[in-house]
């Protein structure tokens, strides 16, 4: 029979920000009736979150052949997570007590168990000894907390075998531990986590998996290479006095010696250069620096320099002197010389030096291994597909195996001693240049969610038909009877959006836009809620689409089909025929679309004037609206810029590409764009004037005016005058930005001036200042994402609010919390910028792809001036690479001549400039 015990008190003594001691006591009921999550149990009640299996590892480890379960100390979770999550690895047993403390060592191996766990299809159970009476443990005086959390996974160990001892046969449990020190504390089957997995009779070898205790190699020698990091407290203190600054670590793709480090307070990042500088900051740490006084600032160097490992580096034995290592080091302090150029005042910035590591934002990185310089040699460079991440040390035995492959990597540390950090192999993806195993790298180098739904996901969809109810419709505004069209790109199939046009009896124009009602099947808190928060956003690359929402909603029951009677959300204005806005109302609806047309099929409608059925007059009329909004939005200083966007056709067997075009825009893309706009800022006036403390809003900062160098010499070499001071001003003298018989300059300046952009974010109202709210290139003082719920997270969050603005739905208290909203914010931010990161990179793999046997010749555009490479873009295939002028990382003079003030190359008699066309025949690396 379940029963509870009294409440029993915990008491702890915490440290709070300000350095006060805080007293924290917590109650603990315990309990008897906490499911073991075994198979082979005979004593627990049945249960569906039955994870580990009746005989389990039966055979698999030669040095412990009895069937088991394996519970790993938090030790092995923090540092071989990567082995906890490889298929072979089963019937894992995590007790609370770890759980807790890997939480409190290491966030994001926390964040990797409770994925783990939430795997239904993997064999790993949490116990919840903690709060079971027969396996809770109190801490004695003077104990400490690793002492303690020791001696409850050694008695929730032994609860489970006796728990166990019915089951026929009856399974033992292993205890791991990363080290050897505490197997003499633990009375019970333990062993290390080395010796178990040597053991192992697995299809491959799993000992590369794991990560390697501590090299102790800055005690084993004396050559060290970078200077020291700071002790915790000695940063602390400085970041209170203000000697030492906060901030995340940037490095650069261009240059291995060169990063940036953005503090909070500081209208500009920190400039960071030199190996000793960079003091082993890996991009994204965030790290404690120290800014030198200003006669000793500098400005980043226009060199672009990868990476070359010392010959030593590899194997790691820094007091082997050769040739060719002196050679490699003669090399890197040229590149450094060379990159402490004149700087002229007004192109300094803050420069220092990282003096510590406050935080790790390690992860696991793809990328390749270089051959080895030694037959014998276990150890390899490991170079990853990210330029902003440094060479990694390896050891491994399956090198011979892993050449020519894409492999997973993990950094373990970087110690003083060794000039790359120090890693281990995780696991191989398949053969470089095979297309499946480069979606791979793009997709896990960019943190997209691509597992399949789980069945708790699925089980949140609606059964099969769905059917439109009479009492559903009764609660909506019925717009079946309207000439409702849809407009998309061609092959699209989770349609968001749809329009409608009228002409009202008092002669005004009614313009509606209605989006998809994924909210009623996406009901805040469950399963699907849940996933589709944490995947932020679907990912389009060129071969696949990675839904946000099951297929079922996202191509089916959400999306606005024509002929088919759908649920929406809409927005319909009354306006004027020169598009003065009247009134606006919002509200649930059900509509049934007459047309789903493609851009060019709606273009070809507006265009023939045979055409005069109600839904082409209806085109024509949004588009004769669409046009008198652009015009004004422009007038009020909106940005119009420019991006390169291909389009690939690919062969339907085998999924190559075949061709690849540049985009080509037409006035319905324009016309669908201005409706979507307008959409998205009525409804962020609604929401925010609702909810002022809490609404989802969308904000675009104005970047600083230095921000836009880059763009103002590229015109000032053409002798243009672009103005900069503010929006409206940019976007005037953009327009008049032209050059006789170079067509195409317009268009690079406007490519230029969206790189110069801040990234647009989402946030919550009641974090932010209304004056800042303003979204600088749309020119509005407000502004959301309302129209795309199917693939945007944000999107579904705004309907919810909307429809609690306009009573046809109830708030809940995550809605109206502005911490909560704040955190929801930052994941779609993120999530947003990797699905943008993860697009680029499979349009630049596809290229590649279908440039493989291929070789032509093609006009290249200059975008950028380096002191020993061109960055270059050819047009027609939206390509960008690099040309470099001298052979990889070469000191040789060859002619070039570089011009730091106009940012020109010359050579004999050519001469290249920023926006300039080139013609040589060089090739992009």
Request: hydrophobic share 40%.
């Amino acid at each position: 029979m379940a029963c509870r015990d009294p409440a029993r008190q915990l008491i702890s003594i915490r440290r709070t920000n300000d350095g006060n001691v805080q007293r924290v006591v917590r109650e603990r009921y315990l309990r008897n009736d906490i499911a073991c999550g075994s198979a082979a149990c005979r004593v627990c009640p049945p249960s569906a979150n039955v994870r580990l299996q009746a005989k389990p590892n039966e055979g698999l480890c030669g040095k412990f052949p009895a069937n088991h379960y394996i519970a790993p100390n938090a030790e092995v979770v923090v540092n071989q997570i990567a082995l906890l999550e490889h298929p072979e690895i089963k019937n894992i047993l995590i007790f609370s007590t770890v759980a807790d403390e890997v939480e409190q060592l290491s966030l994001p191996a926390f964040e990797r168990l409770k994925t783990l766990c939430a795997n239904t299809t993997k064999s790993i159970s949490c116990f919840a000894n903690e709060f079971h009476r027969d396996t809770f443990v109190e801490r004695n005086p003077k104990e400490s907390k690793e002492s303690r959390n020791l001696r409850s996974l050694v008695v929730a160990s032994k609860w489970y075998v006796e728990h166990l001892k019915h089951a026929q046969p009856s399974p033992a449990v292993l205890i791991l531990t990363n080290t050897d020190k505490d197997l003499a504390l633990i009375d019970a089957p333990a062993m290390t986590v080395f010796d178990y997995v040597g053991a192992l009779k697995t299809s491959e070898p799993l000992l590369d998996v794991l990560a390697k205790p501590s090299t102790l190699e800055d005690l084993k020698t004396s050559t060290f290479h970078y200077p020291p990091h700071l002790k915790p407290s000695v940063i602390q203190a400085g970041l209170k006095s203000a000697k030492y600054f906060q901030g995340k670590f940037h490095a650069s793709r261009e240059n291995y010696l060169e990063a940036t480090v953005s503090v909070e307070g500081l209208d500009k990042s920190v400039l960071i250069q030199g190996h000793v500088s960079l003091n082993r900051a890996v991009n994204e740490d965030i790290v404690a620096i120290e800014i030198f006084p200003e006669d000793k600032w500098s400005a980043p160097s226009n060199l672009v320099l990868e990476e070359e490992p010392d010959v030593d580096a590899a194997s790691g034995e820094a007091s082997e002197e050769n040739e060719e290592n002196e050679k490699s080091r003669q090399l890197k302090d040229d590149m450094e010389k060379k990159m402490q150029q004149k700087v002229a005042k007004k192109d300094k910035q803050p420069t220092g030096k990282v003096v510590g590591i406050i935080k790790r934002n390690w992860r696991t990185y793809c990328g390749v291994l270089r051959p080895k310089t030694s037959k014998t040699s276990t150890r390899y460079v490991f170079v990853p597909a990210d330029r902003k991440i440094p060479l990694v040390r390896v050891e491994t035995q399956q090198g011979d195996l892993l050449q020519g492959k894409r492999i997973v990597v993990a950094i373990d540390e970087w110690p003083r001693s060794s000039k790359l950090p120090i890693g281990h192999y995780v696991k191989r993806l398949g053969e470089v240049g095979d297309k499946n195993a480069e979606n791979e790298v793009l997709l896990l180098e960019h943190d997209v969610q691509h597992d399949k739904f789980s069945d708790a996901v699925l089980a949140c969809l609606p059964t099969m038909p769905w059917i439109l109810t009479d009492e559903e419709v009764k609660k909506r505004t019925d717009f079946r009877h309207l000439a409702i069209c849809s407009v998309d790109p061609p092959g699209c199939t989770d349609i968001d959006d749809a329009l409608h046009y009228r002409v009202l009896p008092n002669g005004n124009i009614e313009v509606g836009v209605h989006i998809a009602d994924v909210t009623h099947f996406v009901r805040p808190g469950n399963a699907m809620d849940q996933e589709a928060a944490s995947r932020g956003t679907t990912v389009y690359l060129v071969d696949q689409r990675i839904d946000m929402l099951p297929g079922l909603l996202s191509g089916n029951l959400c999306s606005l089909r024509g002929g088919e009677e759908r649920l929406a959300m809409s927005s319909v204005w009354e306006m004027t025929q020169t598009a003065e806005i009247l009134n606006v109302t919002f509200s649930k609806s059900v509509i049934r679309s007459r047309a789903a047309l493609t851009y060019g099929e709606a273009q070809m409608r507006i265009d023939d004037a045979s055409l005069t059925d109600e839904v082409t007059v209806g085109l024509r009329g949004l588009n004769r609206l669409a046009k008198i909004l652009r015009a004004r939005r422009k007038l009020n200083g909106a940005l119009f810029l420019a991006s390169p966007e291909v389009r690939f056709n690919i062969d339907s067997e085998t999924h190559d590409p075949i061709d690849v075009q540049t985009k080509e825009l037409k006035e319905t893309n324009f016309m669908v764009e201005e409706f979507m706009l307008l959409a998205n800022i009525s409804v962020a006036e609604k929401i925010h004037k609702e909810f002022p403390e809490y609404a989802l809003l969308r904000r675009h900062p104005a970047p600083p005016l230095s921000s836009y160098d880059p763009v103002l010499k590229a015109a000032q070499s053409k002798h243009l005058d672009l103005t900069a001071k503010d929006g409206k001003s940019l976007s005037d003298s953009l327009e008049k930005a032209y050059i006789p018989g170079q067509p195409y300059f317009n268009t690079m300046l406007r490519i230029l001036t969206t790189r110069c952009m801040m990234q647009a974010v989402y946030f919550c109202s009641g974090t932010v200042e209304y004056h800042d709210y303003q979204h600088y290139g749309l020119a509005t003082p407000i502004y959301t994402h309302f129209t795309s719920p199917i693939r945007r997270y944000a999107d579904v969050m705004v309907h919810r609010f909307l429809a609690a603005a306009i009573s046809k739905d109830v708030t809940y208290p995550e809605l109206l919390d502005r911490k909560v909203m704040d955190k929801v914010c930052q994941n779609i931010n993120y999530r947003h910028r990797m699905a943008q990161y993860a697009g680029r990179a499979s349009v630049s793999l596809h290229t590649q792809l279908f440039f493989r046997n291929r070789k032509v010749d093609e006009e290249a555009y200059v975008l950028f001036v380096r002191k020993n490479a061109l960055q270059v873009l050819i047009p027609k295939y939206g390509l960008e690479g690099t040309i470099m002028l001298s052979a990889k990382n070469d000191k040789t003079d060859i002619g070039f001549k570089f011009d730091q003030e106009v940012r020109a190359v010359s050579f004999r008699t050519v001469i290249s400039r920023a926006q300039g066309t080139l013609f040589l025949p060089y090739q992009l690396i």
